[in-house]
Nanobody
Framework: VQLQASGGGLVQAGGSLRLSCAAS????????MGWYRQAPGKQRELVAT???????TYADSVKGRFTISRDNAKNTVYLQMNSLKPEDTAVYYC?????????????WGKGTLVTVSS
């Protein structure tokens, strides 16, 4: 299963960006889709997840500013990021947990860089 992420870039503080990540390959179903991020010199951290039925979780640092959503027909997850802050600067990775016909899988995208200038 391959993940293709897009939507990163440079934005000023207070601005918005929308990330997308599409999963392709041999997929029977997808359970959890999520976004993680890794800032320079820091460990990768959870940003947000969304289950197949639509329930969501968010890191405290992004609650009220970021919104995760998914399109099950397109096997795609989105992350709408508003009111961006310099501390949101990081490489953002999408993550998908799902099922092939005979086995489960967990896949990571290659990452997309988000830079927020002050």
């Amino acid at each position: 299963v391959q993940l293709q992420a897009s939507g990163g870039g440079l934005v000023q503080a207070g601005g918005s960006l929308r990330l997308s990540c599409a999963a392709s390959g041999s997929i029977s179903s997808i359970n959890i889709m999520g976004w993680y991020r890794q800032a320079p010199g820091k460990q990768r951290e959870l940003v947000a997840t969304i289950a197949a039925a639509g329930s969501t979780t968010y890191a405290d640092s992004v609650k009220g500013r970021f919104t995760i959503s998914r399109d099950n027909a397109k096997n795609t997850v989105y992350l709408q990021m508003n009111s961006l802050k310099p501390e949101d600067t990081a490489v953002y990775y999408c993550n998908v947990d799902g099922q092939r016909r005979f086995s489960g899988f967990i896949s990571w995208g290659k990452g997309t860089l988000v830079t927020v200038s002050s």
